[in-house]
């Protein structure tokens, strides 16, 4: 028994340390990870826009630098891609101004839903380019720790993502109107069960900053309710409407 009881102690000391070591390994890791990482200023970082054959072709979204170059075609010169090397053009990424002040980190006057969808492209750079460093700026001070700035647009686009659920939910509710549109005959919605209505979604002046419509089917018992737009030159109780 009392050899048992040593074998166990001892099974549990060597555990222990095997974690120790594990933990101080991906501490260690970590650490070179971080160290390898290179701070760019603006100037530096506009060098590697893909006009030099010899240097890798970089870009910046929200303070966080990619190395893309294995996507030359797109990213490098003449590429559909190339406004975005060798800067960072956050702002771009959901304005589609890719000109003169739209080439620009800034997001001020952008809605949770768009900060939230250019915190997703940082996402998507993250998954499928090489992670290489961080610009020293907005996003970054000096040190590469994190400003305020990075700060308010991960808690905007955090909030975005909440609201964007809610609204899912409380429009899974009441289910939308089916819709076609050809070129010939225009638009059509309908409903399966009960009628087409348009009705405002409260959530979308969170979510865009705009006040925008949507079509949803409602039963004949619900059509007192407030709010209810009826299709301009549809029936009452049409199933379908033309728009």
């Not at 701070?39 to 010899?54: K, Q, R």
């Not at 797109?74 to 800067?87: D, K």
């Not at 993250?126 to 308010?152: E, I, M, P």
Request: hydrophobic share 35%.
């Amino acid at each position: 028994m009392k050899n048992n009881s040593f074998i166990i102690i001892m099974l549990g000391v060597v555990v222990a340390l095997m974690a120790a070591i594990l933990f101080r390994w991906k501490l260690f890791t970590v650490e070179q990870e971080e160290e390898d990482l290179r701070l760019f200023t603006v100037e530096e970082l506009a060098l590697y826009n893909g006009t030099h054959p010899d240097l890798p072709i970089l870009l910046g979204i929200l303070g966080s630098v990619f190395d893309v170059t294995k996507g030359k075609s797109h990213y490098g010169t003449g590429g559909g891609y190339n406004h975005f090397a060798g800067r960072d053009a956050s702002r771009a990424f959901v304005s589609g101004n890719f000109t003169g002040d739209g080439l620009t980190d800034s997001l001020q006057g952008l809605s949770s839903s768009e900060v939230k969808s250019v915190v997703e492209w940082r996402d998507f750079y993250f998954r499928s380019y090489t992670f290489v460093g961080k610009l020293v700026g907005r996003y970054h001070d000096s040190q590469g720790n994190s400003t305020k700035y990075l700060k308010g647009v991960e808690v905007k686009a955090a909030r975005g993502a909440q609201l964007l659920e809610k609204q899912k939910k409380e429009e899974a509710k009441q289910p939308s109107c089916n819709s076609r549109w050809s070129q010939g005959d225009g638009g059509e919605v309908w409903c399966d069960v009960g009628v087409p209505r348009l009705v405002q979604r409260p959530l979308e002046i969170a979510l865009t900053g705009k006040m925008t419509k949507r079509c949803a089917c409602f039963k004949e018992e619900q059509l007192g309710q407030p709010g209810l737009e009826v299709y301009d030159g549809c029936d009452f109780l049409g199933k379908s409407c033309r728009v």
